[in-house]
Nanobody, 126 residues
Framework: QLQLVESGGGLVQPGGSLRLSCAAS????????IAWFRQAPGKEREGVSC????????KYADSVKGRFSISRDNAKRTVYLQMNSLKPEDTAVYYC???????????????????WGQGTQVTVSS
């Protein structure tokens, strides 16, 4: 069983930056891909970015390309989401999720994820 804990959310002004962390525990290997999702009030949960088990393959939603960057440190069992040039429309609860996968790819679809964190609030407002 894999446990995921997000941290790093908060209130930031438009144009600002935040770095979210997703700490994993409970498994002895790193054979899982990680994805970040977000859900704004009244909207469906959407995939933001994902990273393969090795960290060498990444994918981004069009809405965050060029502004967000995902990375992982397997020694620390932690995945990061660096968010720059934040906009009010980035306001949401951000979740990390995982699927057992060791291939050089990753997924950003909610129904494919096996493990979920509890979420962290990101609010972009002046």
């Amino acid at each position: 069983q894999l446990q995921l804990v997000e941290s790093g959310g908060g209130l930031v002004q438009p144009g600002g930056s935040l770095r979210l962390s997703c700490a994993a525990s409970g498994l002895t290997d790193n054979n899982y891909a990680i994805a970040w999702f977000r859900q704004a009030p009244g909207k469906e949960r959407e995939g933001v970015s994902c990273v393969s088990s090795s960290g060498g393959f990444t994918k981004y939603a069009d809405s965050v390309k060029g502004r967000f960057s995902i990375s992982r440190d397997n020694a620390k069992r932690t995945v990061y989401l660096q968010m720059n040039s934040l906009k009010p429309e980035d306001t949401a609860v951000y979740y990390c999720a995982a699927i057992n996968m060791f291939q050089f790819t990753c997924l950003m679809t909610t129904h494919d994820m096996r493990y979920w964190g509890q979420g962290t609030q990101v609010t972009v407002s002046s």
